[in-house]
T-cell receptor, first 114, second 114 residues
Framework: GESVGLHLPTLSVQEGDNSIINCAYSNSASDYFIWYKQESGKGPQFIIDIRSNMDKRQGQRVTVLLNKTVKHLSLQIAATQPGDSAVYFCAEEGPREYGNKLVFGAGTILRVKS | DTEVTQTPKHLVMGMTNKKSLKCEQHMGHRAMYWYKQKAKKPPELMFVYSYEKLSINESVPSRFSPECPNSSLLNLHLHALQPEDSALYLC?????????????FGPGTRLTVT
């Protein structure tokens, strides 16, 4: 079936720097994308989402960019903090004929160095 | 209240035991989900309930039996599990299954099958 993948399994950044986590998706029919953060021992926590009719969306310290031409999604975290250390998953919602199922990418570990 | 609760947090069971996992939400969501997550892997969808009816079963073995007694509760009954079923079991809910609705995740139940 269709899948969502990530380019970098682990990302180490210095505290205060900006982080960029990338994700490639393969289903051009997907119309909704979400970034989740999962800390050790916890369930995934919603960070930000974007619909396919947009190419950028900003939240507090986070920005998601969607490039439908190359089927690429990225999460930018400004002024990365130690509390941002976690595994980050992108997820795409498949089209209606796939039951609108959420398919997760492999995940990227973000490590913030103080 | 934007919380999904799950009990128990941890569960150890033998291969001949019968146990149940419980999930509860009071957000008025009409879609509820069970996911399985192995270590260092993304969540994998198991079941989807929409308006208390099972709408998706991702070819899950019959030793896992879901139940949705009402719109706020979701159970996962376990029987004759195998050691490879050891994982984090996550429950999630969303307003609806169709459309771009964020899924809220619970903290999960860490299951160990001995």
């Amino acid at each position: 079936g269709e899948s969502v993948g990530l380019h970098l399994p682990t990302l180490s950044v210095q505290e205060g720097d900006n982080s960029i986590i990338n994700c490639a998706y393969s289903n051009s029919a997907s119309d909704y994308f979400i970034w989740y953060k999962q800390e050790s021992g916890k369930g995934p926590q919603f960070i930000i989402d974007i619909r396919s009719n947009m190419d950028k969306r900003q939240g507090q310290r986070v920005t998601v960019l969607l490039n439908k031409t190359v089927k690429h999604l990225s999460l930018q975290i400004a002024a990365t903090q130690p509390g941002d250390s976690a595994v980050y998953f992108c997820a795409e919602e498949g089209p209606r004929e796939y039951g609108n199922k959420l398919v997760f990418g492999a995940g990227t570990i973000l490590r913030v160095k103080s | 209240d934007t919380e999904v609760t799950q009990t128990p947090k941890h569960l150890v069971m033998g291969m001949t035991n019968k146990k149940s996992l419980k999930c509860e939400q009071h957000m008025g969501h009409r879609a509820m989900y069970w996911y399985k997550q192995k270590a260092k892997k993304p969540p994998e969808l198991m079941f989807v309930y929409s308006y208390e009816k099972l709408s998706i079963n991702e070819s899950v073995p019959s030793r896992f039996s879901p139940e949705c007694p009402n719109s706020s509760l979701l159970n996962l009954h376990l029987h004759a599990l195998q050691p490879e079923d050891s994982a984090l079991y996550l429950c999630a809910s969303s307003l609806r299954t169709s459309g771009t609705y964020e899924q809220y995740f619970g903290p999960g139940t860490r299951l160990t099958v001995t």
